[in-house]
């Protein structure tokens, strides 16, 4: 099998966190024409483990120079390889989207269901696609037998070397317990009762912004107007109760605590992701394009 892609690989933290919220995201949407629908107050959203992921355009990074070092492979074994095409970087959603509930600049429009994915995300994610029904002997080459051998071997030896892949598996327990753990705080208990309390005044009745998100009415094609204007309600309570503020720094106090409890196994972890990340920018670099370069081509 083909290595796992960023759509997949880079969000998979987030499923621990947002599977209720995101309920609706079943049905692939359709492409869109500008940049991601996404709040400032998302796009600021930094939480201290963070650091200890990677991000969906570090992924991007790897995977561009793994491309690079396959098709050179692929070269000496007489064959061609497409190498995945960029994503703008306007295009990738940040890492806190949808952490404690939806987000007013998506609700608006699309209710809970996510935002249609832009162009640059839309080609990468087919021409995954088309690697799938790649030639026998192709992608033998490629994969080998086992689907982790072949050119992937080679490539990924000749990218870090000894250094396994990264591991986010501490990242993915403690980023899950980090946001349980900070829920139950009387801080955020308090935020999500006022926000209850105003969602009750609109008329709506729903413990927390996840099960009103994850209520299986949104369960369609397209959003509707009920949707929409739960959505709508919901964004508008969260600001009012200051719902992302008080749980973010409730988090944030959550998340240091748990990083000096795990610091040595978060270390490594780290230390190995940076070692895949320096490897990818030398790649890239001897290739005369710096990731910026790289990732807004299309623009």
Avoid at 36 to 53: E, G, K
Wanted: aromatic share 6%.
């Amino acid at each position: 099998m083909p290595p796992s892609r960023a759509r997949t690989t880079a969000l998979a933290p987030l499923l621990l966190l947002a599977t209720t919220a995101c309920t609706a995201a079943e049905h692939e949407p359709a492409p869109a024409r500008h940049p991601l629908p996404v709040s400032r107050q998302a796009r600021q959203l930094r939480l201290p483990l963070d650091a200890y992921a990677s991000t969906v355009a570090e992924t991007h990074l790897v995977e561009d120079a793994q491309d690079i070092l396959m098709r050179r492979c692929m070269k000496d074994h007489g064959m061609q390889w497409k190498t995945l095409p960029p994503v703008d970087a306007q295009d990738t959603e940040p890492p806190n989207l949808r952490r404690y509930g939806a987000d007013e600049a998506e609700a608006a429009r699309y209710g809970y269901h996510p935002s249609p994915d832009p162009p640059s995300l839309v080609r990468r994610n087919r021409a995954w696609d088309a690697r799938e029904a790649l030639p026998p002997e192709v992608r033998r080459a490629a994969y080998g037998p086992s689907g982790k051998g072949g050119c992937l071997k080679t490539t990924d030896r000749q990218l870090a070397g000894d250094t396994a892949p990264p591991d986010f598996h501490a990242f993915n327990q403690l980023t899950g317990t980090a946001l349980e753990t900070s829920r139950r705080t009387p801080q955020v208990r308090d935020a999500l009762r006022r926000w209850h309390n105003c969602m009750a005044k609109a008329g709506f009745d729903y413990p927390d912004p996840y099960t009103a998100a994850g209520n299986k009415r949104w369960e369609t094609a397209d959003p509707t107007p009920a949707e929409r204007a739960t959505a709508r309600a919901d964004v508008a309570c969260q600001k009012s109760a200051k719902l992302v503020k008080v749980w973010a720094a409730a988090e944030t106090r959550v998340q240091h605590r748990l990083i000096r409890q795990n610091a040595d196994r978060l270390h490594k972890a780290k230390a190995r992701k940076d070692r895949w990340l320096s490897a990818a920018h030398r790649v890239l670099k001897h290739e005369g394009r710096t990731h910026h370069q790289h990732h807004t081509s299309d623009q």
